[in-house]
Each structure stands twice: as structure tokens, then as C-alpha cells.
């Protein structure tokens, strides 16, 4: 299936988002099995994290949105997505998110939009660039005192 339409780019990301949900909720990284969201990601998908971020950096493929996903859930006790807004023109979306999470490390809780620019291509998700406010205060909310001791010059 090639996606040509706004309302298919927006069906591929409210579907993904929903196995998201159902794969958090199963357990998430090392419980639950990532077929759940594999279908909706391109076996070479990229997703590219502000490298500021304890989870930042470039992750590909399918083990790379393992290894992501396994990440963001050692940093976040909680990060629930609390309402979203998508702007799709043929295969790219914008999706405005508010979030409301919370740090394992500090149990700080922070609310923070993310825009993302994602790609989709042939009805699967091939790139995802994320665009935080504040990158600054969402690491610093997330390290433990032994962490931002470390991350001082």
C-alpha cells in the first residue's frame, strides 16, 4: 500500500500510536514483544533524538526502535502523550504532542510539547525527527544526583 493521503499518513500514525499503547501496556521493552509496533515501521526507519537527550542519538531499523524504546522507558517512569495534533500532506506528517511524564531517576514530573516530522512511505513509518522545546530541562529533570554531578565541567 502506498500512502498518497493525508487521512492514510494520519491512519498509519493513530494506528502505531494505539499499538504503542498496547505494547506499554503489555509490559513495554524486555516484556513485551516489539511485533506489536514492527509493522508499522519500515525495516530501515530512523529516528533521530536531540543528542542532549539520556536517550538522544541516531537509532535504526527495527532493533534501533528496540533499543529506543528500551531507553526512554529506563529514563521515564511514566510519559503519556495527553492529546495530539497531526498535519499530513501525502507522506509527511506533523504531529504536535503534549506530553505529561515523569522521571525514574528524580520522579520530577514534567509536561513538554514534542513536534515531530515523520515520513511515511508504502503505509510504514520510514523517519522520525523529534523537535523538543528544551532539551536542557528535560535531561536535567531526568538525572539522579550521581548523574548530574558527572555532567557538571
Known amino acids: 500500500m502506498t500512502i498518497r493521503s493525508e487521512t492514510d499518513s494520519v491512519t498509519v500514525l493513530t494506528g502505531m500510536y494505539a499499538a504503542e ?13 516489539f511485533d506489536l509496533l514492527a509493522p508499522f515501521f519500515a525495516p530501515d526507519v530512523v529516528l533521530y533524538q536531540a543528542d542532549a537527550l539520556p536517550y538522544g542519538g541516531t537509532w535504526h531499523g527495527h532493533e534501533g526502535m528496540e533499543g529506543f524504546f528500551l531507553a526512554m522507558s529506563q ?5 503519556d502523550m495527553a492529546e495530539q495534533e497531526y498535519l499530513a500532506t501525502g507522506g509527511i506528517a506533523v504531529v504536535l ?16 510539547p514534542i513536534l515531530q516530522t ?11 525527527r523529534p523537535f523538543y522545546w528544551d532539551t536542557e530541562a528535560i535531561a536535567a529533570a531526568c538525572m539522579g544526583p550521581a548523574q548530574a554531578a558527572r555532567s557538571r565541567p
Not at 501496556?25 to 514483544?33: M, R
Not at 529514563?75 to 510519559?79: I, K
Open 97 to 112: 504532542t503534549q506530553v505529561r511524564a515523569r522521571a525514574r531517576a528524580t520522579g520530577r514530573e514534567l509536561t513538554f
Open 21 to 33: 499503547a498496547e505494547y506499554l501496556a503489555a509490559g513495554g521493552p524486555g516484556e513485551a514483544s
Open 118 to 128: 515523520i515520513t511515511v512511505n508504502d503505509g510504514r513509518i520510514s523517519e522520525v
Open 75 to 79: 529514563v521515564w517512569e511514566s510519559f
